[in-house]
């Protein structure tokens, strides 16, 4: 048997492997002989690189491995049924980072993630920032209890975060495969991995839950929850809502959201009944990023909005609407945000079809519609040669209501409904399942301007009305149609072997309502493309293995092929739709291809029962990995600053590969039940492999590191039980990224760590009040400065950040009546 499995891993893993396995020993090196040199950061990173994660196969051992798992110091759960890395966060260990928390934001904690974004919660979506091995976050898949939620772009046309998806307090568990996920997950972007963020389930009993956070900057969150119990026969609900706000920390904004969520759960002797319904209505102020160049003279540790300090606003800008010289392109606008409202729904069933097979078939829908607001100076970023077109030989300031100041928007719909289907069927030793993915999605970009009427001046609470100018209207019309079939063949009680395929078809045609006037759009294009493409890839296979080494060990080995199909969206950013002329698309459609990766992971996981002294258990997992991702495509601009504002890309473009090589070791020591600590150490290099032409010169890219994503990060978890008091001490380092295309800039490393203490109220129960409870959170403990995000858009020279937000405190206040 061992024999047989080591055929198997070699032919999966092959050279790359090997190749990866030397480049890593040399990281580890070079990091080794760096670390005596580090600062506290650092020696956080060196002191802890422990090993290994849960275990099982064979079912006895699953049983024990699992409840070792799921024991209350657990910080992670790992999945011992993958062949792949696969760990998941808890509703537990989710709210104790903060009470409310954004599922993405939650898994900062795990190996290979790094998130930044401006509030604690993680719930502003204009500057979150996330790398998973190397890939960005629109490089991932996400669904929630498997729904489609699209590729997380901030100008979203295909989905909806997992915040607005479903309540954070109603998430029962998230789950992150960082190397490939599942070949049934609903995405047409997981090139490098899938976040699955699940939903819990209606409790058993009669239960109202009430919570209540309030902290620093005017925070308050208010979350209710009623749980029918079972009722009638098989049947349970709940029904949830929660309203939060708060104030931005920079500036006088006030982020602030209403959601609803309702799910119902019908188990009976034929299958299971699931519906479930989400509202969220939402509105986020944003900051402006800091411009780092040589050109720029001030380049401030924020750029904070003036509203609503009105008569600042207006003495700020000269009397022709120009913003102070010695600012550049830090000026400041008055305001800007994001509106969001979505209505998501689904109905599952998933039906027996006798004691080994299960078909399962889930319908949804979702409509989301969106604003993207900026009111800012109208003398900048080549805004008056584009009001110029509209208003040729007018007072522009007068145009715009004599403030100086012109109100942008981005006003987006997304109206989707779709069907996933799959059987599973067990006979023998084959555990087969087969299933489909269809969507059906029509969404809308339109970019207006407005007047700022220096009588009465907007809000970023209100929406726009009556524009001036509709620069243009795109509408994409899109269907995707995914299939896949998959094997598991237990070839031995301890060794099981997993091998498939799917299929990924997109189907989008793309028009344009309203055409820019000529001169509205960059380089003097006439019109913005319209026109069909369609992509078909028939065959993205999937082999794996697990082999049960013992009841406390277990490795794996999976080696996967995905694909990224073309972004279909007409307001910017990497779509064909964006390109600046027709004669770009069509060049486009006839010569790129879309994104793919194959993925070779290889891995351990482990949980054992110690008897050394104070150390009563350990799990953990180690995985290596190698990723060769082919077709990479970039927009290329001269002047990415103008084009976001005015629109129209001159070129997107394959670019050539990145090869990436890592390792992430995590793990949990248990001393008794009183203390743990889980350590998280990763290794990430992806590099370029090709240099890039712009129009004009050579972009010497090859051989450098992919810019935005650390090759160093460690992060840990302390966890204290004294009585009934717990106590959570939370690093995370995350080590220097490179800022260009080039590596001619970057931005250093930074250490943040979160505190958290828990504990029960009993003074406060009754026959009325049972499960009294409080939890305090601290934020950024030490109130470190410094970038948090780096925003990349040119080969060299200049970059964008976001600065870390100071020290913050909330408390939270739980009961259950």
Known sequence: MNRRFSTVCAAALSLPMLAMAANV?????????????????????????????????????????????????????????????????????????????????????LPGVSFQTADPWGNNEQN??????????????????????????????????PQRAVISENVGRVILSSGAGDLATASTSNLGGTIETFSGDPARERNLAAQQTLGSYKTSRSFLRYDSGNFGDGNSAYLSAVHHEQKAWDFNGRQGGNQVNGKFIHNGDAGKLTLFLNYSDKIEPNEDA??????????????????????????????????????????????????????????????????????????????????????????????????AVYYPNQNLKQVFGNSGYATRTTEYAINRNGWLSSVRSEFGNHTVQAGLWFEHNRSSAYRRWYALDVNHPSSPYDRPSNPLITQYGSEIDNKVVQLHLQDEWRVQPELAV????????????????????????????????????????????????????SAQDQAFVNVQKNMRQFVTYGGGGASPWSLASQAAFD???????????????????????????????????????????????????????????????????????????????????????????????????????????????????????????????????????????????????????????TNDLDVPSYFLMSLGVSGKLPFLNSSLVKNARYRLNISNLANREGPLNVVVGAASGTYNTYPIAPRQGFLTLMADF
């Open 25 to 109: 020993a040399a990281a580890v090196a070079e990091f080794s002989a760096d670390t005596a040199a580090t600062s506290v950061a650092a020696n956080a990173v060196a002191s802890t690189a422990v090993a290994a994660s849960a275990v099982a196969g064979a079912a006895s051992a699953e049983a024990s491995i699992e409840a070792a798992l799921l024991a209350p110091i657990a910080t992670v759960e790992v999945s011992t049924r993958k062949t792949r890395s696969s760990v998941a966060l808890s509703k537990a260990d989710m709210q104790k980072v903060l009470p409310g928390i954004n599922p993405l934001k939650a898994l900062q904690t």
């Open 128 to 161: 979150l920032s996330l790398f998973v091995h190397g890939f960005s976050g629109q490089q991932l898949g996400y669904t929630m209890d498997g729904v489609p939620l699209g590729d997380q772009q901030y100008g979203n046309y295909n989905g909806l975060s």
């Open 290 to 387: 800091t411009v780092h160049s040589a050109s720029e003279k001030s380049q401030p540790y924020t750029r904070p909005f003036l509203y609503p300090d009105f008569a600042a606003a207006l003495a700020y800008l000269s009397p022709t609407g120009a913003t102070p010289a010695a600012e550049g392109n830090n000026y400041h606008n008055y305001y800007s945000d994001a509106q969001r409202t979505d209505y998501l729904g689904y109905a599952k069933y998933e039906m027996n079809l006798g004691e080994n097979t299960r078909w399962t078939n889930q319908i949804y829908y979702h409509n989301d519609d969106g604003v993207g607001v900026v009111a800012g100076p109208i003398g900048v970023a080549g805004l008056p040669g584009l009001f």
């Open 498 to 549: 997993q091998a498939g395929f799917k299929s990924s078809l997109q189907f989008a045609d793309g028009q344009f309502p309203v055409q820019p006037a000529k001169g509205a759009i960059a380089n003097g294009s006439l019109a913005l493309p319209v026109g069909k493409i369609d992509t078909k890839k028939w065959l993205l296979p999937q082999v794996g293995a697990r082999w049960d080494i």
């Open 587 to 741: 060049l486009f459609k006839s010569t790129a291809k879309p994104e793919t990766s194959i993925t070779y992971e290889l891995g351990l996981r482990s949980s054992h029962n110690l008897d050394l002294g104070a150390v009563s258990g350990f799990d953990g997992q180690v995985s290596l990995y190698h990723v060769n991702f082919k077709d990479r495509l970039l927009t290329i601009s001269p002047t990415p600053v103008i084009t976001s504002i005015i629109g129209g890309n001159p070129v997107l473009a394959n670019v050539g590969s990145v090869k990436t090589d890592g390792i992430d070791l995590s793990g949990t020591l248990h001393f008794g039940r009183m203390f743990s600590f889980y350590d998280a150490l990763s290794f990430n290099r992806s590099t370029y492999s090709d240099n890039y032409n712009n129009g004009s010169a050579v972009v010497p890219t090859a051989g450098k590191s992919v810019p935005g994503s650390p090759e160093w990060m460690n992060k840990f978890v302390a966890t204290l039980n004294l009585a009934d008091t717990e106590f959570q001490l939370i690093g995370d380092y995350v080590g220097k990224r490179y800022a260009t295309y």
